[in-house]
């Protein structure tokens, strides 16, 4: 099989071409009916999920490896990412419940002491926004599942992985007062409660709906359509989408958004 030989490869000469001791792995979140998700992958033969993750090629800058890791898992292009924070630990990827030869089993080979993929790996950790409709979670080889999860109810994570989206949400959170996140969450045209949910969600707390609409008006990041959106008898909110131009001022200059 073409992609047995790959993995080969990559066990005995992939420190030739990706860089050692250094690895990328991305959260990627999703919104989903008033749920913050995460997108998590489980490995072939293990009983625990890992976020997306993957190491940089030589021929690749780091943000080129996270975009990259991130495309291939949803199949999306243009993505919100943001990197976050480093993880290093000798001990981060202990685990006494992963066979340390693994990926020698799936291709018939011996994993020989001081081979690459054994030795001491620094994690970057970066996050990712996506829109949870467009992404079609599926198996590949060497992952057995890919599927969404809430973020407050995870399964048993591999590593240091749930250490990893703790640290993201936590960033999430910090950024969202200063970056109009929400761009790659919500559908394009969404109404002030949809926006307030999703920031009342990822804040885990309640807000000012009325007040809260008001700031982020006043930032000029969304604008008002002429449009509504039928709910039932007496329901008909307008309809609101982004700037685009005020939005890409905002991720490169930053808001700031007191909520």
């Known amino acids: 099989m073409k992609e047995l030989e790959i993995l080969r490869d990559e066990i005995l000469n992939g420190h030739n071409f990706f860089l050692r001791n250094v690895s990328i792995d991305n959260v990627i979140f999703g919104y989903h009916k008033k749920e913050l998700k995460v997108l998590l992958q489980r490995p072939q033969g293990l ?57 020698g089993e799936q291709a018939n080979i011996k994993i020989e002491k001081g081979n690459w993929m054994l030795d001491y790996f620094v994690t970057l950790g970066f996050y990712t926004l996506t829109e949870f409709d467009m992404v079609k979670p599926t198996g590949e ?38 970056y109009p996140i ?52 007496h329901r008909s909110p307008f309809l609101y989408v982004f700037n685009k131009i005020k939005y890409d001022e905002a991720l490169k200059n930053g808001i700031v958004l007191a909520i």
Not at 199 to 209: A, G, M, P, S, V
């Open 141 to 178: 080889f060497n992952t057995e599942e890919c599927k969404w999860f809430d973020i407050f109810n995870l399964p048993s994570l591999l590593f240091d992985h749930k250490l990893i989206i703790e640290e993201a949400l936590i960033s999430l959170r910090l950024h969202i007062y200063h």
């Open 47 to 103: 009983n625990k999920w890992t976020v997306s993750g993957g190491y940089i090629k030589r021929t690749e800058t780091i943000e080129e490896a996270a975009i990259r890791i991130a495309r291939e898992r949803t199949g999306l292009e243009d993505l919100y990412l943001k990197q976050f924070k480093a993880f290093g630990s000798p001990m981060r990827t202990a685990d006494t419940e992963i066979p340390i030869n693994l990926k």
């Open 182 to 233: 929400g761009y790659k969450l919500l559908t394009e045209k969404f109404t002030l409660p949809e926006i307030t949910s999703l920031y009342e969600t990822i804040l885990e707390k309640k807000l000012d709906d009325r007040n809260f609409s008001k700031k982020l008006l006043a930032t000029g990041i969304i604008v008002k359509l002429n449009e509504r959106r039928y709910i039932g008898p």
